[in-house]
């Protein structure tokens, strides 16, 4: 595992890719969550809304839309990316030794060939390292007192906008 000064690196998930890519980005941003997850050994991961994750019924509409992530003042216009955070926050599953699960989501990643890097929390009542798959998903995992938690981000896509139009036309100013 790496340190990077500020340990994230999203450069690579802002970073737009083809519409082809849609079903690939899904699918890699969905296995790398639940990849993930498995590898913290833990069960009882919620979404911020309070449901359980996964459900068993997951698809991309459940991620949509997507937040924003271009500088068009037009929303047709849009980049958008998809993202998740899941934890075991108030389920009494906190670690007073952040290092062995950080270990195990480590080499988890590592075998998927991503490289996971240091992002904070040394020092204080949690650790966190960060990495970016493949295919440009950035995902976080962070080990705490209070629990743990996954945040996940997709690359940038015009797919994940309903209301992308590549025909619009901005109006005059």
Known sequence: MTDASNGTDESKSLQPVSEEDKTVVFDDFYAAIIGTIDATGKTGFTTEAGGPFPDGGDTLQDFMPGSRCSVSIHRELDARRIGLFVSTYGSDQGYTDYDEPLARVAAYWESQGWEPKSSGGAGGNMKAIATTTSE??????????GGEDVEAKSPCLHAFNEDYDPDYSPPPQ
Do not use: K, W
């Open 136 to 145: 440009g998903t950035f995902i976080q995992y962070t080990a705490g007192a």
